[in-house]
């Protein structure tokens, strides 16, 4: 089970976060799409959970549990 709760995101020097009290659930077995226009934050999301971010570059709030 993956859940995400009020997963902020904001990259250094933007004046507003990419990412904004995000949060779900996936249970095992459950088929997952994110979906929005570009520039919504997509992989972003995605890049938090996979712990693909760069701590120097960007701030990180929230909780995300495998």
């Known amino acids: 089970m993956l859940k995400i709760n009020n ?3 904001k990259y250094r020097g933007a004046k507003t ?3 904004q ?3 779900f ?3 095992k077995g459950d088929q ?4 929005g226009p570009s520039g919504c934050g997509k992989s972003t999301t995605l890049n938090a959970i996979a712990g ?3 701590g ?3 701030e990180i709030k929230g909780e995300i549990k495998w």
């Not at 997952?32 to 979906?35: D, F, K, R, S, T």
Request: charged share 25%; proline share 5%; glycine share 4%.
């Open 7 to 9: 997963l902020h995101v």
């Open 17 to 19: 976060p990419s990412i």
């Open 21 to 23: 009290d995000v949060s």
């Open 25 to 27: 659930e996936v249970g």
């Open 32 to 35: 997952v799409a994110i979906l």
């Open 52 to 54: 693909l971010l760069d």
């Open 56 to 58: 120097k570059e960007v």
